[in-house]
């Protein structure tokens, strides 16, 4: 990550939660959100780390100048997304990303794609309300996400869903 930010690269951090990095270079941190309370952050992560991930969502948010939630739509429903973006609200995020799944190749059957637009309406009045940042968004394309999307790995190497490279080739 330092490597990367001494390039002049924009580095997310994407985490589930589970641990506090403190002191990265990273410009964004980037939360994934599986629930809201013990029961339903369980019942999607088969974990019970819910009181760890709230107390470090509420440290980035604190530590880090810019941190964002990601949801994901057309799993949870509209009320339980609800409840996850107070959860978030009231740890200090007020930045929101909402992303549809997308399955490549396939078509999305109606009842999916209407399921979602309702979540996307009721949310969109809902999040008025708390007066945060929320985009919608939609990836379609293996290449947009592979150009755009870079995970590291030990033992330090960068990869996406195309390439795998060392730390020490990426800095070339």
């Not at 270079?25 to 992560?45: E, L, M, N």
């Not at 985009?135 to 190497?157: D, H, L």
């Amino acid at each position: 990550i330092t490597a990367s930010h001494s390039n002049g690269n924009i580095n997310v951090l994407a985490t589930n939660g589970s641990r506090f990095l403190d002191d990265l270079p990273a410009d964004w941190i980037d939360v994934s959100v599986y629930g809201f309370s013990s029961d339903t952050f369980k019942r999607h992560t088969r974990t019970a780390n819910f009181g760890i991930f709230k107390k470090n969502v509420a440290r980035y948010a604190a530590n880090y100048p810019r941190v964002s939630a990601s949801f994901l739509l057309g799993v949870y429903g509209s009320d339980n997304l609800i409840e996850m973006s107070k959860l978030m609200f009231d740890l200090g995020v007020s930045r929101f990303k909402f992303h549809r799944l997308v399955n490549e190749g396939r078509n999305e059957s109606v009842g999916y794609k209407d399921c979602v637009q309702r979540e996307v309406d009721v949310l969109k009045a809902f999040l008025f309300s708390l007066l945060v940042e929320a985009s919608f968004t939609r990836t379609t394309s293996g290449k947009q996400k592979s150009i755009g999307y870079w995970v590291a790995k030990p033992p330090g190497r960068l990869t996406n869903s195309e390439v795998s490279v060392s730390l020490d080739d990426a800095n070339k």
